[in-house]
């Protein structure tokens, strides 16, 4: 199976997972990126199961209104079921990195309001050791060269992601070269560090489930 098909069947996956428990007043929240935008494809198809959803970026809520489905602002609801999304890498212990697509701070916020957090990915995301993947760090514009020093004496080799601006008005450094033993303790760092917004470590709060897409079958991992 390609990786698209990969990532199709975890997109089914999740609807098939989140079917039996939706009413028609639950609150979805999606992701960002290519495995997510297959999930709001799948999702148009049942519609009408929903109440609404939130979105964690602009790109994702103009798929979701662009099929018809209503997206609200986060603050204006009181609870989401289950958020699903997307990831650039997971351990066993289902400690993410994302933000690949620059959308991290809004799935970060977006997560820690679910009830349930359903990752989709397919099988080249599961690693043993997050850090393979450049840990996204998303910076407020005047701190970028501070918080680059900063995540040198850490270890890393920052970049800037030029000609990127994210949804929320910041800048992205992607730290290379930088394995990451101790999701917690590093995710805790690096948000320590004045000038950042927060960083694509989702280990404070994981996933509470991967849907993994393999060429056998989906597996289901807690
Ligand atoms: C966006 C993300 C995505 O979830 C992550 O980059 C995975 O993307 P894709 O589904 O396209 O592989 O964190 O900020």
Redesign the pocket.
Known sequence: MTQDEL?QAVAEAALDYIRPHLEGDTVLGI??????NMFIDCLAAVKGLIGATVASSEASAERLRSHGIPVYDLNAVDNVAFYI????ESNRALHLI???????TR?KIVAAVAEKFICIADESKLVPTLGAFPLPVEVIPMARSHVARELVKLGGDPVYREGVVTDNGNVILDVFNFPIPQPLATEEKINNITGVVTNGLFALRPADVLLLGTSGGVQTLY
Not at 85 to 88: E, K, L, P, S
Not at 98 to 104: C, D, E, M, Q, V
């Open positions: 990532k992701g960002t990126g290519s495995t997510a999304d997307g990831a650039d994302k933000g690949g697509g620059a959308a991290l799935e």
